[in-house]
């Protein structure tokens, strides 16, 4: 992806909140198994927020957790969409 360019912009007649959130590791992170884990923390969240705000106008209403303690990883197995960004580690333990 690094020769191509992706440019976001905001429609002119809707006011769209600002956002601090990273659409670049988002672009860059983002794959087709749409599944988002890190071991970075910072990323998790920053990817994780880029995606909320790309879903403006509309509100998510499902679960939005973007880093899930791994205690509380049940949330996976929950029959609903969700955004929920999970540490790599929880793979570790994982037994499918």
């Known amino acids: 992806m690094e020769d191509e360019h992706v440019s976001l912009s905001q429609f ?5 909140p600002l956002s601090g959130a990273s659409f670049r590791e988002l672009l860059k992170t983002l794959g087709p198994d749409n ?3 890190s071991l970075r923390p910072d990323v998790l969240t920053s990817v994780a927020e880029a ?4 879903i403006i106008p509309f509100h998510w209403q499902c679960p939005y957790i973007p880093l899930c303690p791994l205690g509380l990883s049940d949330v996976l197995s929950a029959p609903l969409p969700f955004i929920v960004g999970v ?4 793979f570790d333990m994982y037994d499918p």
């Open 12 to 16: 002119e007649d809707t006011p769209l």
């Open 35 to 37: 599944c988002f884990h």
């Open 51 to 54: 995606v909320v705000a790309l």
């Open 87 to 90: 540490d790599s580690r929880y």
